[in-house]
């Protein structure tokens, strides 16, 4: 099984950036889209992004577009998030996860993926 460990969280300001990484156990995981979800206290886990295999398609909730860019190195069985110009409503455990279908363009549901890492905090204060 493929163990996914998320960094790169921290506190920042409104308008801020942060880059999470989330690194992958096996090098399998590079045959499947990866994505990233968030859970703020209370809610319910939202899809952020997810990239291809590839590296070639990527996939954007509204709430982060224009904003977050999504990016992997197979290489180093390594994901990235790149978040710019934070806001407070970003608050919240980000996470990442394989697709469970290898191969499969990435999909908008998190219960397409999983399991879900413990994830990183990201905190934006206003």
């Known amino acids: 099984q493929v163990q996914l460990v998320e960094s790169g969280g921290g506190l920042v300001q409104a308008g801020g950036s942060l880059r999470l990484s989330c690194a992958a156990s096996?090098?399998?995981?590079?045959?499947?889209?990866i994505g990233w979800s968030r859970q703020a206290p209370g809610k319910e886990r939202d899809f952020v992004a997810g990239?291809?295999?590839?590296?070639?398609?990527?996939y954007y909730a509204d709430s982060v577009k224009g904003r977050f860019t999504i990016s992997r190195d197979n290489a180093k069985n390594t994901v990235y998030l790149q978040m710019n110009s934070l806001k407070p409503e970003d608050t919240a455990v980000y996470s990442c996860?394989?697709?469970?279908?290898?191969?499969?363009?990435?999909?908008?549901?998190?219960?397409?993926?999983?399991?879900w890492g413990q994830g990183t905090q990201v905190t934006v204060s206003s």
């Open positions: 996860a394989v697709d469970r279908v290898p191969w499969r363009e990435p999909t908008t549901t998190p219960s397409n993926y999983g399991p």
């Open positions: 096996v090098r399998t995981a590079s045959v499947s889209a």
């Open positions: 990239i291809s295999w590839s590296g070639i398609g990527t």
